[in-house]
C-alpha cells in the first residue's frame, strides 16, 4: 500500500528504523552509486521541497513533499521514568552539550527528582560533544552531595601555555540526584564532552557503560579568530580528579549491546536500554548477546551525513 502526504518529514511519520528508498523520483542505490547522495536532499534553504519515498519495518510505503524550514531540535530530547522491580529508573536522552541544555536538563531533573528515581540511565550514543561547562552542569546534577565542589577535570597544557592550567569543580545543585552509581548508554559517536561525563564522575562513584565503545577525545579546544576565520585548535586534555585522561581508544563497554534501530528511543525493547535496565535489576549483563544485536551489522565508526539517514554503510 502507498501512502502519500504533504508535510514536513517528521510530521508524515519519518521515524527511526524507516528505509528511504527514492528522494526526487531517484532511488537512493542509484544516487549512492553516483556519489550524488549527499546533495540528494537539496541546498540547505529554506523552502527547499523534498519528494520522499520511504518504508516503515513494517512494510508500508509512504510518499512525502517534505519542505525546509528552521527546525529547533531538543537536546535533551525524552526524560522517562520506568518501575523496574519497585525501583524508579530515570532516562535522559541528550544530544548536545549546548549553552540551551542547562534549562533543559534542569527541567528534566526536576522531572526526575518529582518521580522519586534512584538509578539513571543517561542515553548518549550520539553526544559528539560540546561545552565544557555544560558537562560541568550536567556531571553535578548526577554527582549530587558526594561531588559538591570536588574537582572535575584539569585543564592540562604544554610548557608554553601553562599559564593557562585551571581546574574546574562540581557544583552544588539543588535538582541532583541521590545517586550510587550511574548506567551511560554509548556508540563510537559519543565522544569528548560525553566522555568527560564518564571519566570525572569514575573516581567519586561507579559509571557503567552499555553499548559500545566510544569514540576516544580526550582533548578539547580553544577559539582563535584569523582573518574572517574562527580557528579551533586542538589547545589541551582534560584529566580527572585522579589525573587519569588517556582514553584516546574511548571506553570499552561494560555491557555490549547493539545501536538497535529497530526500536525507537525510549522504548524498553530497544537493545541498549533493554541491557541498561536488566544491568540495574539483576547486576550483571544478559547471559548472551540479543537475536537482534548479532543480526545488525558492525559498522566500526558510526557513519555520518546522510549516509547514515539512509542506512546506507
Known sequence: MLVCRHRPAQEVGLLRGDSVLELNGRAVTELI???EIDSAFGPSEVGVQVSILFKHPVGERIAADATKRLVTIPTV????????????????????FVQPSIAALDAAFDELNAAGVTELVLDLRYNGGGLVSVAQHLASLIGGVRTDGQPMAEYRHNDKNAIRKQTIRFQAKPNALRLDRLVVITTRASASASELIINALRPFIPVLIVGDRTYGKPVGQYQFEFCDKMLAPVSFTLRNSKGEGDFYDGFAPDCAAADDIGHQIGDVQEASLREALTLIDK???????SALAQRLPATGRRVVGWQSVVNAY
Do not use: E, H, M, Q
Open 283 to 289: 547486576g550483571s549483563c544478559s547471559a548472551a548477546p
Open 33 to 35: 552509486a553516483s556519489g
Open 77 to 96: 530530547s525524552l526524560t522517562r521514568v520506568y518501575d523496574v522491580a519497585g525501583r524508579k529508573i530515570g532516562y535522559v536522552f541528550f544530544r548536545n
